[in-house]
């Protein structure tokens, strides 16, 4: 969608702080971070939300949360990490692209908002 924030940073014209991508998926650093490490993993592939997801989009999960996993190791989150993702305006989701917030480096409470 050339409208779409994500899209544009999946598809390379939009500049982010890249920490991993590869044919499905790109990771980036937050521009405005929640917590010492706030990566937000997306699909390259516009979907706008969990909302959207079907069984046909299993292994891309799986693949997202395996990259999640990785990255909370290599960022030394051992203590432990948050994985978010907002679905509509009122749970907060600012973009209409699918993406999954790795929040760690700091004491979490809950509930959350």
């Known amino acids: 969608m050339s409208d779409c924030l994500f899209c544009g940073i999946a598809e390379g014209s939009v500049e982010a702080d890249r920490v991993v991508e590869d044919d499905r998926l790109v990771a980036f650093r937050d521009i405005n971070p929640q917590a010492p490490t706030h990566i937000l993993v997306i699909p390259k592939r516009h979907i706008a939300s969990a909302r959207e997801l079907g069984d046909d989009e299993g292994p891309l999960l799986g693949h997202m949360f395996a990259v999640i996993a990785q ?43």
């Open 71 to 113: 990255l909370a190791a290599d960022e030394g989150l051992e203590r432990g990490y948050r994985v978010v993702t907002n679905v509509g305006p009122d749970a907060g989701q600012s973009v209409d692209h699918l993406h999954v917030h790795l929040l760690g480096g700091r004491p979490m409470s809950w509930p959350p908002g």
